[in-house]
């Protein structure tokens, strides 16, 4: 392929490669008015100027060479690197159980990309076994890229696609499933398929990495072991979201997958079951339950996968001096649902009254969620709850926004009927709403109080 | 071929090491003088061995750039360490954790590197690409140092030729590690992240004394830049020797430059000494292909052993695997370096791979020291069907790690027949060293893809080359001419003073001497007093000098105001005395010392001298004084 003879190169850059012949991979010897270098051509991120050549060194390093002083380039070779995990047949045991991995893309098997310089994924059973041969202790895994996007790009294309594979595969018989999914995003599908997977005789289990597998210090390998022998020996029948529990090589938490969020941008214990507690805990040797109140594994195959889901639904994160042409802009737009996250215990300013109302006279669903994640939307408490209820807003419980902005499109998707709307939106399907929050539900530990730094002193982060 | 044989350490000539073919390079880290870490905001250069909270990981081999697996990376992987991290909220945040990407390079930092690369006149890179350089001994959390080429293709003088120096890279410092027993290595995290610098010069010492010597003249030209860090720990080296036929070898984390000549002899011997394990294993017509070894379960045999160590290991329920080693018969006891043995080299690998830390962790039939008894060694050798002029090699654990110790014992025998296997090897303090990894290759570079390329503009560079220092070499020739006290020239030349100095003597006209002593031996003198006072700043030296010039403060104020530097931020020079209150002073003191009942009436005016100039020291000249009382002093200056 020709484009890919200066893969990356641009400008300047190119047409010195070019006069000299110098092909992406080619050993040479760069003359320039400063010095001269050693090395092999690498490819050139896209994203960087055009006023570079980067050459690996014999030591391994990586350099640029502004253009603008080369005046000679010597090819003596030429070393094309074949940047490929290992394949190995993944071994098929007949007494263990078969698990069926579903990719979906993001960092739990990757590697690096020159055209972007970020890393892509890369994902087979073969690499995966090459990668993490102690999967195959586990179970017989199967493998089906289904999508090879990150997470910030999945939608509900994907998300249908995702929930009608995994009936497929409960029709098959597999005995549990895993979905790599990128981290951004993972606790918006792991929603949705809470709602369009129901009744799933078998764990389904979504996993990702916080530390792409091209680190040494990576989560993914450890995180894919506890995700596969979740779904191949848990009694857990239900949307999960596996990843670390603390940032520590220890144990990874199976969360609900209607109450987990990603709540920080880069730790690996990043997903946190928020207003509960999560179902179990995992290792390589053992999962341990922490509640018992889940829904368990069956022999059948009575899955329902519905995959309704109307796109017209929007998020409104609330904040003071909001002005009501937001509203207005998602009513003239016609949208038909908006889940909002308002303030304390669901509020919005006075000032958003009249759009509330004029949507309520086109027949929008709208539904109140809280920002503070934590707690429930009571909007009794004070007059302006009662104002807006008036306006038809409707209290989501302790629905999470990410959840209810999920359950509404998928409710829109089956009805226009805003009774019928409320009645699916209203009932729990899959632990969105819970009747009551344990004591232990919210725990945001304070660091710096002495009992608190105590307590982290004691057990591993 | 190897006829030579190595004489003591004292009694090796430049001929000798000529003959084995000694050749050294050197890899030097220098920690650069920052506030901040390379690639977050923690503050630098703040030890405690105190922590908050600890980490566990652990690290698994990933693929290189080119595709390929590490040698190092898997035999670090074949280890199955638990990686604990000690770590201390003041001094790490969740980047060292590795839970945070990096943040761009700290830019003060990056100057010093590249200030430091043009001063061994490097050529300096137009674009500087962060690689990931894999770590899976855990000594940095994400497995990799952060790492870039700043310059490449330098050089420094040395006798009448040139050492290269290949590239000077600025990275990421490492843990300290605090114990490794076992499975488990424990490490601390404050010098986690400092910015260093890594000089690596070429191959080119040709004798121990040459390498150090080089080391020092490295190490005296970053100091003068005034921008790197002093002090234990701020600079170590990793030297690289190899012999005729041998192999590179590096030996890592050398903390004092005066150890590396013994360090550097030990190990041309070991080389030397393998080459000749070589010639004798083939004498004896074992070669890589006919190499024979064969492992057995011999717990039963020695269930009622004597040998502490042995009879320790069955109480705990532990495995004990004999490795018989055919033909090896007394190779065991064949010395490698000084008092040390080949049977170490084998123990060593058993330590480090199999994790079987507590000594002794093998013992052989070659050994003359007393283990197991000679009834014992005689049914082992039944069972495993021995001959006379074979070899019993002993290594117990739990299952697990005797079967791996087993494995490494035949594996670094087999390596005999080969050659010198390719290792990092750590230095000990009595000059010898040992296995610490197998070395790695460029295999274990990785571009880091958190970080785009940072662009160097020759503005930069330009801007950065007007503050650089003379190189040391070329001061030291001027300072000989001014003719400055001998003492004084080295340590001048490597400080950060060499710019202050040249702009006193030649614009401030200034005596040479008297600058210099001030700099260095007055500091000196007075750091004894303040051990925990740092180094006194270029700008206050200025302001005590344009003092001392325009005469507001004599020549034992300028030791005040560097009393007064050293114990607090501000300068405040004492004021020198007029004539009508110096006579005020002397008056007094005269009355005072009459009333006084001196013994010896001939010490009168010494002491009478002692009591003036306690007023009125650094506001007055002592010659002064002693002019107007008539004292002459006691024969010096």
Known sequence: MASDDYKGYRGEALSTLKNFDALVWSDVEIKTSRGSYTGIILPRSETADPLHVVIKLRSGYNIGIAVSKIQNIKITGRKEAHYKIPEKAFPYDPKKPNVKLLGTGGTIASRLDYRTGAVIPAFSPGELYGSVPELADICNLETEKLYGVFSENMGPEQWRGTAEAIGREIEKGVQGIVIGHGTDTMHHTAAILSFMVQNSPVPIVMVGSQRSSDRPSSDAALNLQHSVKTAAESDIAEVMVCMFGPTSDTYGLLHRGTRVRKMHSSYRSTFRTIGDIPIAMVSTEKITPIRTDYKKRRNDKNVIINTAFEEKVSIVYYYPNMKPDIIDSLIDNDYKGIVIAGTGLGHVNKPLYPALKRAKEKGIAVYMTVQTLWGYVQMYVYDTGRDMMELGVIPGENMLPEVGYMKLGWALGQTNDLEKVRDIMMTPIAGEITEREPSNGYLIFQGGIPEVEEFISKYRK | MHKFIFKPFDEMTEKDYATVGFKSGLEIHQQLLTEKKLFCRCPAGRYSDKYDAEILRHMRPTLSELGEYDGTALMEFKTKKEIIYRIKRETVCTYEMDDTPPFQIDDHALDSA?????????????????????????SIPTGFQRTAIVGVDGNIPYKNREIKIIQLSIEEDACREVSDIGHRRVYITDRLGMPLIETVTGPDMRTPI????????????????????????????DVNVSVTGGTRIEIKGVPRIVSIPLLTYNEAMRQWNLLRLREELKRRGITEKSFKSKTENVTKILRKTRYQPIQNAIEQGMKINCVLLQGFKGLLRWQTQTDT???????????VVACLTTLPNIIHSDSSGDTIAASEWQNIKKQIGGKDDDTLVLVWGDEQDANTGAQEIVIRAKEATIGIPSETRQAFRDGTNGFERILPGPDRMYPDTDLPPKRIEDEKLEKLHLTLPNRIWENEKWYRKLKIPTDVIEPLAASKYTKLFEMLVKDSKLNPTLVAVVLIQYQKRLKTYFPKAKQIEIETFEEIFEAFKSGIITREGIILAMKGAFTNSKLRFPKKIKSPELTKVIKESQKAIKKMKVQKKDKATEILMGMIMHKVRGRVEGRVVAERIGFSGKGKN
Do not use: N, P, W
């Not at chain 2, 200030?115 to 490097?122: K, N, V």
């Open chain 2, 210 to 237: 040459e390498v150090a010597e080089v080391a020092q003249i490295c190490r005296r030209l970053v100091r003068s830049t005034g921008r790197v860090r002093t002090g234990i720990g701020a600079g170590r080296e």
């Open chain 2, 341 to 351: 043995y080949f049977s170490r080299e084998i123990s060593d690998r058993v330590r």
């Open chain 2, 114 to 138: 590249l200030a430091i690369g043009m001063l061994y006149g490097c050529t300096m890179v137009d674009e500087v690409h962060i690689a990931r350089k894999q770590y899976l001994d855990g």
